[in-house]
C-alpha cells in the first residue's frame, strides 16, 4: 500500500500527516471539524482549554453515536429473527 501525505490546517498550523490515498478526504474533513468546533469556543479561555472542550465534545459525540449503532444493531437483529421465524412458520404451512 502506498502512502501519502495530506496538509491538514489545524489552528492556523498546517500539519503534514502521512495517510493512505483514500484517508485523505476524511481526514480533511475531520480537520475542518475541528476547527469549526474551536471557532464555537469562547476565545475567552485558554487555547489548551478549548482545544480539551473541543476533544471532550467529539469524544461525546462518538461514543453516543456508538451506543445508538449498538441499540440499531440489537434492533434490527431481532427484528431479522422475528422476520426468519414468520418465514420459517410460513415454509412449514406450505409443505
Known amino acids: 500500500m502506498q502512502k501519502n501525505s495530506v496538509s491538514l490546517h489545524l489552528a492556523g498550523k ?51 453515536t456508538d451506543r445508538f449503532n449498538q441499540t440499531l444493531e440489537t434492533d434490527v437483529r431481532l427484528i431479522l429473527g422475528q422476520v426468519q421465524d414468520a418465514l420459517a412458520g410460513q415454509s412449514s404451512v406450505v409443505e
Open 14 to 64: 498546517v500539519f503534514q500527516v502521512p495517510c493512505l490515498p483514500d484517508d485523505a478526504p476524511d481526514l480533511l474533513l475531520a480537520a475542518n471539524a475541528v476547527n469549526d468546533a474551536l471557532n464555537k469556543t469562547q476565545l475567552t479561555q485558554s487555547f489548551e482549554v478549548r482545544l480539551l472542550m473541543v476533544a471532550l465534545n467529539l469524544s461525546y459525540e462518538l461514543l453516543q
